[in-house]
């Protein structure tokens, strides 16, 4: 997995606005909840982080306990860190004969290759080569030349991507050089399941924070939801994210959140600032958006479409967005002096305030 195309301290942050500091205080103020801080975990690169209210401190253990599992398990499947996971297994041998994955890996290749198909190509987790391309770029100080952009595009291209059915759950790729990178929608998937994995009696509510990519459900407070702040991405100190004023704040519950953008991960090459995110169809960076934040039922969907926007740019990019049900987004575009916001239609039923 290339350090270039992870999302790491991706730009949502958590902003947890009462209870977590001091436990009397908590039980106090909020009735029928004991607020449990878990520890960091991590996973594929990044952080993990659980947020939990309970009705007793043993059920929290129990719940971070299931945590842990499941991270290790979806580690073990989808870790490009790891030469013995199933997608490394996939890379090295895919082209030559059909792998057969768990339907865990299996389901959420199927999962990228529909968002692949709705965009059109924006969204392709075939885009490895590339990612590679311009890491070694950076590394370099030097513009990759033309016929090397040429070449490279040839390995990239989600129709080579060959997945069986869900009885075999075999993946094969059509062509030599095909690498994958499941980055942009894996760690919303690992959200999701974490998040499924508290949902034990005696958890009231959680909330679920892999590398910036969120998934909740019920309330951090008895009526209120969970409150997430929308990094700035125009911020002087974006590399410490709690100590500056969030861009806006939303409420949810039941609901994922993820955040793509340019400004924290970033390529430099003579004295330009390229997004880390490359656009699968032209190889080049996609400097459309500094911003995108996606507000979806589940954080898997979320993770890939706030790519995809983010590739798509603000026009395309939203009509993609209002073209799903229960899907809304934030896109941040202009300067420093001059921030624009783009909203889908449905998205200021959860924007609460802007800092």
Not at 81 to 108: C, H, K, Q
Not at 176 to 183: A, D, S
Request: glycine residues 6%.
């Amino acid at each position: 997995m290339k350090k270039l195309y992870t999302k790491w301290h991706a730009l949502v942050f958590l902003v947890i606005l009462i209870g977590i500091v001091l436990s009397a205080w908590v039980l106090n103020s909020r009735p029928h909840y004991i607020a449990v801080n878990s520890a960091t975990f991590m996973t594929m690169g990044t952080f993990a982080q659980v947020q939990l209210r309970c009705d007793n401190q043993d059920v929290a253990k129990e719940a971070q306990a299931r945590v842990m599992k499941v991270l290790q398990e979806i580690d073990r499947m989808m870790s490009t860190y790891r030469d013995d996971s199933e997608l490394s297994l996939v890379n090295r041998m895919a082209a030559s004969e059909p792998i057969a994955v768990s339907p865990e890996t299996f389901g959420i290749l199927q999962k990228a290759q529909h968002y692949s198909r709705i965009s059109k190509g924006a969204f392709d987790i075939t885009v490895s080569p590339l990612l590679s391309m311009w890491d070694e770029a950076k590394e370099k100080g030097i513009w990759p030349s033309q016929a090397e952009l040429t070449e490279v595009l040839q390995k990239v291209g989600y129709q080579y991507l060959i997945l069986s059915d869900e009885e075999t759950c075999e993946v094969s790729f059509a062509r030599e050089g095909i690498q994958l990178n499941v980055n942009a929608i894996a760690k919303g998937y690992v959200v999701d399941k974490a998040l499924d994995a508290v949902r034990i009696p005696g958890v009231m509510a959680a909330l679920v924070d892999i590398g910036g990519e969120i998934a909740c459900f019920g309330q951090d407070q008895p009526g209120k939801d969970w409150v997430i702040g929308v990094q700035n991405p125009f911020s002087e100190d974006n590399d410490n994210p709690l100590s500056q004023s969030p861009f806006c704040l939303i409420r949810v519950s039941n609901m994922g959140v993820a955040t793509s953008g340019d400004y924290r991960r970033y390529i430099e090459l003579e004295g330009h600032k390229l997004s880390h995110i490359i656009d699968p169809r032209t190889g080049l960076p996609a400097n459309k958006l500094p911003s995108v934040t996606v507000i979806s039922p589940k954080a898997v969907d979320a993770d890939a479409l706030a790519t995809a926007v983010s590739v798509l740019g603000i026009e395309d990019g939203l009509a993609l967005v209002e073209s799903i049900p229960d899907t809304e987004a934030l896109l941040i575009a202009g300067t420093r002096e001059k921030p624009q916001e783009y909203f889908s239609s449905g998205f200021n039923k959860y924007k609460i305030g802007k800092m």
